[in-house]
């Protein structure tokens, strides 16, 4: 990732623990804190596969040594649907787009060419983010000399359409028929066709978030490293969303109920099924992100509340 961080602190970067995880509430929405009874299951849900706690990228690349295509589905729960995906020199997918969901890709490696309707074909390298509305018709294409390797991402049960020129890619239990749809999703509300994350890191681009959906969110969130946190300090859970990160730069530090903590690296992947108290911080001495990924746009966070503690509303 060409990332070259300037001789000073970057003004405006903050910690990780000061960026919002999530959009604003909408307006008239209230943001106190209520002091509440969070329903958290005893035995909180663990991880069925596909899941795992940690995917470390250098895992994956052992694994598929010396292959130029393949495929590593990394979440496929109630909210969203992720793979890990190389595709060789000269891979091209078909033209296809999302029937009712937005799409979204973290580039990791080589170049990849992306043909959006509406918009001027732009070649995506690693550190870009890139995005896709639905019935947003769209192509893909691996340029250079190298694979390409991006992680893809769903909301969960995501269904293509193809143009009529197209041969659809198969789907068990499915028939393909002619039909005439309407309307197509916009880049608004703050989303764009991609963020180059270098240019965030230089402080050129200021995006935070770059997934703002009614059904799914990512939210880039960058700052310099920490000390660990208390070992006191459980974090927060979720009660409706599972959440997972691509770690973008530098490590993440997390600490994950039922687990001892761990520190994930760039292009690593970190699941937390819902209802698992979980902590994520930044690592190391220099600057870290995370793009935090989950399926809902205002994701409650349920932290401890002290017993003296009266907010209650």
């Known amino acids: 990732m060409r990332i070259v961080m300037p001789a000073i602190v970057i003004a405006g970067l903050v910690s990780a623990e000061l960026v919002a995880q999530g959009p604003s509430p909408a307006p008239g929405v209230a943001n106190g804190p209520q002091i509440v009874w969070s329903p958290k299951a005893t035995a909180p849900g663990g991880w069925t596969a596909p899941h795992k706690p940690h995917t470390k990228l250098a895992d994956l690349l052992a694994q598929h ?5 393949w495929a590593e589905t990394m979440v496929d729960d109630d909210t969203l649907h992720a793979d890990y995906i190389a595709m060789a020199p000269g891979g091209k997918t078909p033209k296809r787009m999302n029937a009712d969901t937005r799409e979204w890709w973290v580039i990791q490696d080589g170049q ?4 959006i309707d509406g918009q001027e074909p732009f070649v ?5 983010l890139v995005q896709v ?3 947003t018709f769209y192509t893909m294409e691996t340029v250079g000399d190298r694979p390409s390797l991006r992680l893809e991402v769903n909301i969960a049960k995501a269904r293509k359409m193809y143009p009529v020129s197209a041969t659809p890619v198969p789907v068990a239990g499915v028939e393909y028929v002619r039909a005439r749809v309407a309307g197509r999703g916009t ?3 703050g989303n764009k066709p991609f963020v180059d994350f270098n240019a965030v890191v230089a402080g050129t681009d200021r995006t935070r978030q770059f997934i703002n959906d009614d059904r799914g969110v990512a939210n880039i969130i960058l700052g310099k490293g920490i000390p660990p946190p208390s070992p006191s300090d459980k974090g927060h859970f979720h009660t409706e969303s599972s959440e997972f990160w691509f770690i973008l730069l530098g490590q993440i530090r997390y600490t994950i109920e039922g687990l001892p903590t761990f520190i994930a690296d760039q292009g690593d992947i970190v699941y937390v099924p819902k209802q698992r108290w979980h902590l994520a911080s930044l690592a190391g001495d220099g600057m870290s992100a995370r793009l935090a990924m989950n399926g809902y746009t205002d994701l409650a966070h349920s932290f401890e509340a002290p017993e003296t503690s009266d907010a209650s509303r």
């Not at 990849?112 to 043909?115: D, G, H, S, V």
């Open 124 to 128: 995506a390298s690693k550190g870009y």
């Open 133 to 135: 509305p639905y019935r």
């Open 65 to 69: 040594k010396g292959q130029k295509d």
């Open 112 to 115: 990849i060419r992306f043909t």
């Open 187 to 189: 880049y608004d509300g």
